[in-house]
């Protein structure tokens, strides 16, 4: 109006309204339906951040990436506040590494520890993560990197695929990240199908013990050192996830750091948020309305399903050496997606047999998954970066 | 052009270096959980 006044109106498209329903669904998600709250909440505002014509919250360049540049450009209009949160935390990888040290001093890795062969259902429910490399790259829609970076969704651990896609294709960061830690919340749906479908109904009812075996300090202190020692050697690019994730711990189990391993706990909620609106920020409607985007939506339900189907035929044929039987659905539980994996086998074991109690050794293969995507994540960035 | 080769050999070899490595460091944990549970069980 008289060159006065600009309202954003006139330059809403029907993409960003798309994208201001997807993000108000995502907030909907998280606070009535309680899913992933501390993600989707940030995440869902984030978009509405973004979509929001001439607010300048955030800017791009011309392919879609956030343009990068200095306070003195925030003060020229030139780039958004959103801007240097994603070039400072998440396109120098300080977020998902710092994120993973604040998981490391919530975990407790003591059911891994009383039943190490947990470390190998972590292992091989990364099957999905390889498959979905494999079917994204050959349908020639992604790039070699890019087809990495969807491919560890099916590990459902947040900050390795953060960490993954920001080194190898961060312009799809936007559509992958929101991909993972939504399907997260759908791991209860999506798992119990592909466990009915690979177990019978003998395997299902093998009773477990209830309790596991208690595990000395001295054991829990030098769990983390280990894991970080060996997965440093042989795998050296993923030291930066896995020494985060085992510092933490260490932290949690000394004894004698309780104060920093509060403080973790905390930077970990602070750093959550930061991702999630610095995530949200990166889907406007021009990036997330592609194609491949919703390629992207179907690959990780696939990861999901051949994750799932890894961890439980890892615990089938281990059991084929055990006198001790296992069940195998705790298998299922390696594909991280921490608790809720090693609730969904609970919740399955019980539905077989009233009086099996699964859950805490379905967490020694969940704590593992978390070991395991890291480890993937690592194996890519050494082989493609 | 898609390098279907690199993709199979990044996959495969991927994946059994993942599993690789996780046998290896349960091996590692469950040798040194056994010494420990073996001296507690001596004292």
Not at chain 1, 227 to 233: C, K
Not at chain 1, 275 to 292: D, E, N, T, W
Not at chain 2, 30 to 36: D, T
Request: glycine share 10%.
């Amino acid at each position: 109006m008289f060159g006065l006044y600009e309202s954003a109106l006139e330059q809403m498209t029907l993409g960003n309204l798309a994208m201001l329903l997807i993000g108000g669904v995502l907030i909907y998600l998280g606070i009535v339906k309680r899913m992933e709250p501390i993600l989707l909440v940030p995440i869902g505002f984030g978009i509405f951040m973004v979509n929001l014509p001439i607010a300048g919250i955030m800017t791009y360049t011309p392919d879609g990436l956030p343009a990068f540049g200095g306070l003195k450009d925030i003060a020229e209009g030139k780039i958004g506040i959103l801007n240097l949160l994603y070039y400072y935390g998440l396109e120098t990888e300080l977020i998902p590494l710092l994120i993973f040290l604040g998981v490391g001093t919530l975990m407790d890795f003591s059911p891994t520890i009383a039943r190490p062969i947990s470390l190998v259902f972590g292992a091989t429910a990364q099957l999905g993560v390889f498959v979905v490399f494999l079917i994204a790259y050959l349908s020639g829609m992604f790039s070699i990197n890019e087809s990495a970076c969807i491919g560890i969704i099916g590990g459902s651990d947040g900050p390795p695929t953060v960490y993954l896609t920001v080194a190898l294709a961060p312009s799809l960061l936007g559509p992958i990240t929101m991909v993972a830690y939504s399907y997260m919340a759908l791991v209860p749906i999506l798992q119990p199908p592909v466990i009915r479908l690979l177990t019978t109904e003998k395997e299902r009812k093998i009773m477990m013990k209830p309790q596991i075996r208690k595990v000395s300090k001295l054991e829990l202190i030098l769990f983390p050192i280990i894991v970080f020692i060996v997965a440093s050697l042989l795998d050296p690019k993923s030291a930066p996830l896995v020494g985060m994730l085992m510092f933490g711990n260490l932290l949690r189990v000394s004894g004698v750091t309780e104060r920093l391993a509060r403080a973790g706990g905390i930077l970990n909620d602070i750093l959550i948020l930061l991702l999630g609106i610095s995530v949200g920020s990166l889907m406007p409607a021009q990036v997330f309305f592609h194609p491949r985007t919703l390629l992207i939506i179907g690959l990780a339900v696939l990861a999901f399903i051949f994750s799932t189907a890894g961890g439980l035929l890892g615990a089938k044929f281990i059991n084929l050496f055990l006198k001790e039987k296992i069940n195998p659905i705790i298998g299922a539980a390696g594909v991280s997606a921490i608790p809720m994996a090693a609730r969904v086998a609970q919740i399955e074991g019980q539905r077989a047999n009233p009086k099996n109690y699964l859950l805490m050794h379905a967490l020694g293969p969940n704590m593992a998954g978390a070991i395991g995507t890291s480890l993937v994540a690592g194996i890519f960035m050494g082989m493609l970066r | 052009m898609v390098n279907w080769k690199l993709a199979f050999l990044i996959s495969g070899a991927g994946y059994g270096i993942n599993i690789l490595v996780l046998i290896i460091i349960s091996v590692i944990i469950w040798i040194v959980s056994f010494m420990i549970q073996k001296k507690e069980k001596a004292q």
